[in-house]
């Protein structure tokens, strides 16, 4: 039965789906009983298994719960009709094949990526499940598991894949083609998902098949070939042998993730150079978590300096205000920032890639700089990312100043930030809370239940940040022994009121640090917490005249109409795929890009005004948050006057 995104919408508002989930990699702390090898590096704080944390209604919940609806709404005959085709497998259809109508896009028989949809979902069903217990996803997810089963089974090598094997030939002999290991890492990292997210035993042992099949492919082969082969994206590939070896402890998997480093590209960041030229940034981000990984299994210090170099040189020269990166997917100057104001920033993947990074960097350090750009990135971006109304995503979020958001569509699209899309709306409660033996770390502000089973805490919170600057903590259980509750100070709060029970708690520290209360909690016992949250102007690094409004987290975009806006309708047509790299967003020419605003004291002229965050500058611009901004053109970056 088919069912449409607005019914099954009103399902999961009326209690099908309640709760959020978690993250697609593994992180300490995580998936206990089922990896063999333990980390070797020390982890100052670990992460929540997914079934520890629920989201409640609030902003960020209704963006889970439409992604809810497109997941639910995948047809899985038709997604894993490219695998079935490759196999020659079509007994069994209803209808038989030829009246299966196929997914287009990134997913149509002629696109070399066709596939990677598939690996993203497994990952998505698998989160979605684990944090809501919801059967529908765990059925989706074992349907899909199952046909990739059956098509390796008939492939016989244990190669599984929507396209032939031939592309992996192409790419080993320097060939034109894609980018097939791209998509057979989002196959491999959907398939050790589904077991680990899922506990479904025949994704693993078809992950298991598969990473035979590659060290077969691979082992032995010239360095001339390996390096080759490398020049091709290939995702996070080594990443998933890691975890494929964390969790059989085979060698020879830990032995094709080494494979995969790509010396071109890490080689120099281990040499300190910082120069990415015009690289491609989200195949390069997703190389380094590989190195994040490797330090947490092997405790090299390489791998671990490799890690935080990359990631403090991306969000202190690379990131645009929202915490996006890249223009037209590559690197550009970052001393010229203000040149690359244009509508093709901010390919969602990178975020996506970034945020799994900073979640092992946090893991490692409990470090408040990182949980400050989670933060960032994930209320100006992910949660930006989505339309409202019809639950589609962006590829790019552009910040040209009149630009508007284009989205996908629910059949033919299937970019690849529709996939980390998929995975990015079901996690939105992975960075939420942290812990070490006897400590709790809330890092963001979303309404959500923990359940710390085994300390016997659970903890809810209530809040309607960032429209309002309290949260509010009630301790529903808790244990016998004393324990520590530490609040983030986020670096954008003024000082925080912080009171138990009614009872105000003294604040010390500064921005970017822990607010720590120690005591013997009671089940009853009530945190209140107050970050007072002010205007302020951050402008690019280059040119101290352009500028955007921030407030607090949130960042903040000009109204500027729907004049002569079109619907992006070359989007809808199969045959036409990269458009977003050229489309003409005809701005109008007469539109107010000035603000007149005291950049030290921005208050003077921006006034709250209506409901939630919304903003209206001394001159009448209207300003709201750019997750807000739907269908309409923006202003993000102004230019500024005294």
């Known amino acids: 039965m088919k069912i449409s995104l607005r019914a099954l919408a009103a399902f999961i508002i009326a209690g099908g789906v309640a709760g959020g989930v978690g993250a697609q990699s593994v992180y300490p702390g995580q998936h206990r009983g089922k990896l063999k090898v333990a980390d070797m590096a020390p982890a100052k704080v670990r992460a929540f298994d997914l079934k520890d944390v629920r989201l409640l209604p609030g902003r960020v919940h209704d963006n889970l719960r439409r992604d809810s609806a497109w997941m639910a709404n995948i047809n899985i005959n038709r997604l894993t009709h490219s695998s079935k085709n490759n196999a020659g497998i079509f007994?069994?259809?209803?209808?038989?094949?030829?009246?299966?109508?196929?997914?287009?896009?990134?997913?149509?028989?002629?696109?070399?990526?066709?596939?990677?949809?598939?690996?993203?979902?497994?990952?998505?069903?698998?989160?979605?499940?684990?944090?809501?217990?919801?059967p529908l996803f765990k059925l989706k997810g074992d349907s899909i598991v199952e046909v990739l089963g059956k098509v390796q089974d008939v492939l016989g090598s244990g190669y599984v894949s929507a396209f032939p094997e031939e592309l992996i030939n192409r790419n080993l002999r320097g060939e034109g083609v894609w980018a097939p290991w791209y998509t057979l890492h989002k196959i491999m990292s959907g398939l050790i998902d589904q077991y680990l997210y899922a506990d479904n035993k025949q994704a693993l042992e078809v992950a298991v098949k598969m990473g035979d099949w590659a060290y077969n492919k691979l082992h032995?082969?010239?360095?001339?070939?390996?390096?080759?082969?490398?020049?091709?994206?290939?995702?996070?590939?080594?990443?998933?042998?890691?975890?494929?070896?964390?969790?059989?402890?085979?060698?020879?998997?830990?032995?094709?993730?080494?494979?995969?480093?790509?010396?071109?590209?890490?080689?120099?960041?281990?040499?300190?150079?910082t120069d990415f030229g015009t690289k491609h940034?989200?195949?390069?981000?997703?190389?380094?978590?590989?190195?994040?990984?490797?330090?947490?299994?092997?405790?090299?210090?390489?791998?671990?300096?490799?890690?935080?170099?990359?990631?403090?040189?991306?969000?202190?020269?690379?990131?645009?205000?929202?915490?996006?990166?890249?223009?037209?997917?590559?690197?550009?100057?970052?001393?010229?920032?203000?040149?690359?104001?244009?509508?093709?920033?901010?390919?969602?993947?990178?975020?996506?890639?970034?945020?799994?990074?900073?979640?092992?960097?946090?893991?490692?350090?409990?470090?408040?700089?990182?949980?400050?750009?989670?933060?960032?990135a994930l209320y100006n971006h992910i949660l930006a990312q989505q339309d409202p109304e019809s639950g589609m995503v962006c590829y790019f979020l552009p910040l040209l100043t009149g630009a508007y958001k284009l989205y996908s569509t629910p059949e033919q699209s299937f970019w690849c930030c529709v996939g980390s899309g998929f995975e990015s709306h079901s996690k939105y409660a992975e960075a939420i809370y942290y812990h070490n033996n006897n400590e709790l770390l809330v890092n963001l502000f979303i309404p959500s239940v923990l359940d710390w089973k085994e300390k016997g805490l659970?903890?809810?919170?209530?809040?309607?940040?960032?429209?309002?600057?309290?949260?509010?903590?009630?301790?529903?259980?808790?244990?016998?022994?004393?324990?520590?509750?530490?609040?983030?100070?986020?670096?954008?709060?003024?000082?925080?009121?912080?009171?138990?029970?009614?009872?105000?708690?003294?604040?010390?520290?500064?921005?970017?640090?822990?607010?720590?209360?120690?005591?013997?909690?009671?089940?009853?016992?009530?945190?209140?917490?107050?970050?007072?949250?002010?205007?302020?102007?951050?402008?690019?690094?280059?040119?101290?005249?352009?500028?955007?409004?921030?407030?607090?987290?949130?960042?903040?975009?000009?109204d500027m109409g729907t004049e002569g806006m079109t619907a992006p309708a070359p989007f809808s047509d199969p045959t036409v795929r990269n458009d977003y790299y050229t489309y003409d967003y005809k701005v109008p020419q007469d539109l107010p890009t000035t603000l007149k605003v005291d950049v030290k004291n921005p208050a003077k002229s921006v006034t709250r005004a209506g409901k939630g965050l919304h903003f209206r500058s001394a001159q009448g611009h209207d300003l709201l948050p750019l997750y807000d901004a739907n269908r309409m053109r923006y202003c993000v970056y102004w230019n500024l006057e005294k």
């Open 458 to 558: 659970k903890l809810t919170q209530r809040t309607e940040f960032p429209d309002e600057e309290t949260t509010k903590f009630t301790i529903d259980a808790a244990p016998a022994e004393a324990m520590t509750i530490s609040l983030r100070y986020p670096e954008w709060s003024g000082k925080p009121e912080i009171k138990v029970n009614g009872k105000k708690v003294k604040v010390s520290g500064k921005p970017s640090s822990y607010i720590s209360i120690r005591r013997r909690w009671k089940p009853g016992d009530v945190i209140e917490a107050r970050y007072p949250m002010t205007l302020r102007v951050e402008t690019t690094p280059d040119d101290a005249t352009r500028g955007a409004l921030m407030y607090g987290p949130v960042l903040l975009v000009g």
């Open 281 to 376: 940034t989200n195949t390069f981000i997703p190389k380094v978590i590989a190195e994040a990984r490797n330090y947490e299994l092997s405790g090299s210090q390489r791998s671990r300096d490799i890690a935080r170099l990359f990631w403090n040189e991306m969000t202190d020269r690379h990131c645009y205000v929202n915490g996006s990166l890249s223009q037209k997917e590559h690197y550009f100057d970052p001393k010229k920032m203000s040149k690359f104001i244009n509508g093709y920033t901010g390919e969602t993947c990178c975020t996506y890639n970034m945020l799994k990074l900073s979640r092992h960097l946090f893991c490692e350090e409990a470090s408040l700089r990182v949980a400050d750009y989670y933060e960032r």
């Open 220 to 273: 032995g082969r010239s360095e001339e070939t390996r390096r080759k082969m490398l020049r091709n994206e290939f995702g996070g590939i080594n990443e998933a042998f890691y975890n494929l070896y964390a969790i059989t402890a085979d060698p020879k998997y830990r032995e094709m993730a080494e494979y995969f480093y790509h010396n071109d590209v890490i080689d120099p960041l281990a040499e300190g150079n």
């Open 91 to 134: 007994a069994g259809l209803e209808g038989g094949y030829e009246s299966l109508k196929k997914y287009g896009g990134w997913e149509s028989l002629d696109c070399d990526l066709r596939g990677h949809t598939t690996g993203h979902l497994m990952s998505a069903y698998g989160l979605m499940y684990a944090a809501t217990g919801d």
